[in-house]
């Protein structure tokens, strides 16, 4: 086995290192993280620009058992200041879409417990399957009073299961530990994931659990989603917020750093681009950093643009001396010190 740890650290980024991958402009996370860990979609998921549909919107509400708000685009926060004294007054849930392949349901707690909520996700993902199979669907949590209401860290999402086998099951099958932090348990609905440390409260406590983690002995893949940058700063078009979280993440990735062993493998890339600075509040750039480090890296080694995320996936394989079938091609050779020496 090459590496005793492979720490993989993906959230919705703006560094500037050495630009990868050039992607199909899908604009849908799920596909994105599918694609990393080796599954790549020729189909993109669908998505709706006008809404749901009537007899989609029908079904949901019968099997709710309450109305339904909004069915729009929408952005989180202006979603919630919009119909939410409807909301209050009627009981009727928000549901509302992005750019994404997504199905969002909005409530306030004190209106519909969280669980209750869950449970009405869990009944549109079992809704939501084949033509209508959007990748996820999302509770979307509030409180407070209008015109200040906040949206809580209690959001959870509701994947559709990866349509094949990925990385995280090859190295499952081989007794590896797949484990993750943030939304990778619900991203890939738990398929393929030996352990999970639950979602973050923000970038903070991912990185956080991440430290704590390193201080445990195991061999195999710890994949760590960070989603400020995208939920908090990239679609709020908060710049000077952005700019707060890249220098503590910074500050956190300096500790990280002091903590790797010597057989210990660090990734940083993105899943995709969401430009704070950008106009309107959908992803930008089609192209994302990939920054490796380790003892066994050679420096200053360009990769160049890939082709596909897949890549990442047929590298981790190759790491671990699994068998997994990908359209990916593996980098290890041109990155690790003793083979780049010999190129």
Known sequence: MKYQRWNAVC???RLHGVEWGKTRRLFQRVTYHYEIAGIIS??????????????????????????????????????????????????????????DSVLQIAAHEKIVPVEELYNFCRTARRIMQGVHGVGRIIARPFVGEFPNYERTPR?????????????????????????????????????????SLGVNVDNSDGMNKTLRLMDEDFSGLCFVNLVDFDMKFGHRRDVDGYAQAMTTFDSELGEFLKRMRADDLLMITADHGCDPAAKGTDHTRENVPLILHGTRIKAGVNLGTLSTFADIASTIAETFNVSFETQGRSFLRRMEKFTADKE
């Open 155 to 195: 959001r959870h999402d509701f994947s559709l299961t990866p349509p094949a086998e990925t990385v995280l099951d090859a190295l499952q099958k081989k007794d590896f530990a797949t484990i993750g932090i943030g939304k990778i348990q619900d991203i890939f609905a738990g398929q393929g994931i030996s352990r």
């Open 42 to 99: 020729e189909r993109p998921l669908p998505t709706y620009p006008e809404g749901f549909p009537p007899e989609v919107i029908s079904e949901l509400e019968k099997s709710f058992g309450r109305k339904i708000l909004c069915n729009k685009p929408y952005s989180g926060t202006q979603v919630i200041h919009d119909f939410g004294r409807e909301h209050e007054a009627t009981g009727a849930l928000i549901v509302y879409t992005s750019a």
């Open 11 to 13: 959230g919705e980024s």
